[in-house]
């Protein structure tokens, strides 16, 4: 399934006035569970600082804009970097933003994140949510993130990994999601890429465990898939949220509670020396 014209279309629906934007988000963090995994090791990392100086983020395949406008609203003293492939989405996100009290804490920059970055940028985190499988020279990535981090900064890469992700779990199976050019990542290829690097593990994770499957299924995929076969679904959304969305977040919160042994999704905290 392609899953960005669904996207798009439902970007095109909510991104009609700042209020449903900012519905459009709240419905984002709440029914994808890695932002909830992301979340938690965003203010693991920016609430340990203590420093007067701004905390500079970027945020490496900004999408929607989603994480930049949650860093800024959450944190007053990060200021983002938010680039994008995608200048239309950069053009919508910016759009909103310069609606909000955070329009000046946000940069948005159409960038290609295999090319190479200034190293005087000095971030103190890179942000990868949801971006690496779907770019092929993932090590150049990296090497980018590196680059532009100031000592001590932090990698957060999300991203589907082997052990079922983009929907895999049998050799022959096609990925869920067709804009995938890899189907998920080994933890230990995912270390491997960051450390060749130069950038130390600091830790794993996996979302998406037993619960989070599931929950998965009834917040997204079955949603998704719906609206990928008839956009005549779209009015049925409400209701079926109103039935399934409470079981669906309880069991992302019941997924994120739990020390998972492997699952679908994988976060992966790196550090720069």
């Known amino acids: ?88 989405y950069l053009d919508r996100a910016r759009a909103f933003l310069d609606t909000t009290p955070y329009a000046s804490r946000v940069t948005f920059e159409q960038r290609d994140l295999t090319e190479p970055m200034a190293e005087e940028d000095a971030f103190d985190l890179c942000l990868s949510v949801d971006v690496m499988e779907h770019i092929e020279d993932d090590r150049a990535v990296f090497r980018n993130f590196h680059r532009v981090l100031a000592s001590g900064g932090h990698v957060i890469v999300n991203t589907p990994s082997d052990q079922g992700g983009s929907g895999v779990t049998e050799e022959g199976d096609e990925s869920w999601i067709g804009e995938h050019v890899r189907d998920g990542y080994n933890a230990g290829e995912l270390r491997e890429k960051l450390e060749t690097a130069g950038l130390e593990h600091v830790r794993t994770e996996y979302g998406y465990g037993p619960w989070g499957t599931v929950g998965w299924r009834l917040l997204v995929k ?40 492997s699952g679908t999704g994988l976060t992966v905290v790196s550090r720069k020396p």
Do not use: C
């Open 1 to 88: 399934m392609d899953y960005d014209p669904v996207k798009d279309r439902l970007g095109a629906f909510f991104w009609k006035t700042p209020t449903r934007t900012k519905a459009f988000f709240r419905t984002l963090d709440a029914v994808f569970l890695r932002s909830w995994y992301v979340r938690r090791a965003l203010r693991e990392i920016i609430g340990a600082s203590d420093r007067q100086r701004p905390f500079r983020v970027l945020d490496a395949g900004t999408g929607f804009g989603q994480y930049a406008y949650w860093l800024v609203k959450t944190f007053p003293h990060v200021e983002v970097l938010a680039v994008d492939v995608k200048q239309d």
């Open 222 to 261: 079955w949603p998704i898939a719906a609206l990928n076969t008839t956009w005549a679904a779209a009015p049925l959304l409400a209701p079926y949220y109103a039935l399934a969305g409470p079981a669906g977040l309880a069991l992302n919160r019941a997924d994120l509670a739990r020390d998972n042994a």
